[in-house]
């Protein structure tokens, strides 16, 4: 089994960064990658960023795009979410995942079998 905690959550104003940090532990050395989704309240849960492990590609949806920047320490099974220029649409609960596969692509929630439980970022106008 894998466990993902997340941190780094809290309330920001509008312009400023906040850095949340997914650690996971347990069966960590099969995982293929680890991803960040957010989900703001009456919407579907959206993917934000991916990482593929071993290679390092990162993915970001166009939301997010040059504004968050996600990395990976693989020796301390951690991933980081760098979050710059915060907007009010980026008010949500954000998701650790990871899996051994991906069988769905990376951008696919359906892909992942291991979750945190999210940590809630709130942006202030």
């Known amino acids: 089994q894998v466990q993902l905690v997340e941190s780094g959550g809290g309330l920001v104003q509008a312009g400023r960064s906040l850095r949340l940090t997914c650690v996971a532990s347990?069966?960590?050395?099969?995982?293929?990658?680890m991803t960040w989704f957010r989900q703001a309240p009456g919407k579907e849960r959206e993917f934000v960023s991916g990482?593929?492990?071993?290679?390092?590609?990162?993915y970001y949806s166009d939301s997010v795009k040059g504004r968050f920047t996600m990395t990976r320490d693989n020796r301390k099974k951690t991933v980081y979410l760098q979050m710059d220029n915060l907007k009010s649409d980026d008010a949500a609960t954000y998701y650790c995942?990871?899996?051994?596969?991906?069988?769905?692509?990376?951008?696919?929630?359906?892909?992942?079998?291991?979750w945190g439980r999210g940590t809630q970022v709130t942006v202030s106008s």
């Open positions: 995942a990871a899996d051994p596969e991906i069988y769905y692509g990376i951008r696919h929630e359906q892909s992942y079998a291991h």
């Open positions: 990482t593929r492990l071993k290679s390092g590609e990162t």
């Open positions: 347990g069966r960590t050395d099969t995982l293929y990658a």
